[in-house]
């Protein structure tokens, strides 16, 4: 594999690293050896899982770069063209049949939208345990005034979601993203415990 085809990605990828990690900084929730190790850290995880698991690495990156231009959304239909390059809209209603996506999505609509419609949210959590029931992007959004995703019909449309929402899309989609996030987070608790 060439990296050369990676460069932009890479380089955007650590810059938001830099970024961040000069934000904790700044605000003293880490030291300066801890935020040498994160940046380090990201550093050799971005190559290491690069030539190890191309990808996991190629999801991470694409966070950088499948954001709608317009409100800084992620384009679930590009991520979910890496499993069915056909019919990406058949995975995200697949996603959407679950449960506990639904109540996930109620939930970031809780703290971030006040207008949204929950009664028409429960009745059509309900409806998706019916086996003939199909939702999509458009139901859930046009039914419940949801704001978390968007969808967008034409040339560069598709289904665009705010980035708690579009990485748990990737960690349902991919369980080895589910794998690595679980690592993720117990290396930080590690670290946090010092």
């Not at 050369?4 to 990605?9: D, G, L, N, P, R």
Request: with cysteine.
């Amino acid at each position: 594999m060439s990296l050369e085809m990676y460069e932009a990605a890479i380089a955007e990828y650590l810059d938001r690293v830099e970024r961040t990690t000069r934000e904790l900084q700044e605000r003293a929730y880490v030291s300066d050896e801890d935020a040498e190790f994160f940046r380090q850290s990201a550093k050799d995880n971005i190559y290491k899982n690069l030539e190890t698991n191309e990808r996991y690495a190629l999801l991470s990156l694409d966070l950088e770069h499948l954001k709608h231009k317009d409100d800084l959304k992620y384009s679930l239909t590009e991520i979910a063209k890496r499993q069915d390059e056909a019919n990406p809209s058949y995975i995200i209603q697949s996603w959407l049949r679950d449960v506990k996506t639904l109540k996930l999505l109620c939930l970031w609509e809780k703290e971030h939208n006040p207008d949204f419609n929950y009664e028409e949210a429960e009745r059509l959590i309900n409806k998706s345990k019916e086996p003939s029931f199909t939702l999509t992007s458009k139901i859930w959004i046009e039914n419940t005034n949801a704001k978390g995703l968007t969808s967008k019909q034409g040339k560069g449309g598709g289904t665009f979601a705010h980035h708690e929402i579009a990485i748990d899309f990737i960690t349902w989609l991919f369980p080895e993203k589910r794998y690595e996030l679980s690592k993720m987070i117990i290396a930080r608790c590690l670290l946090l415990q010092g």
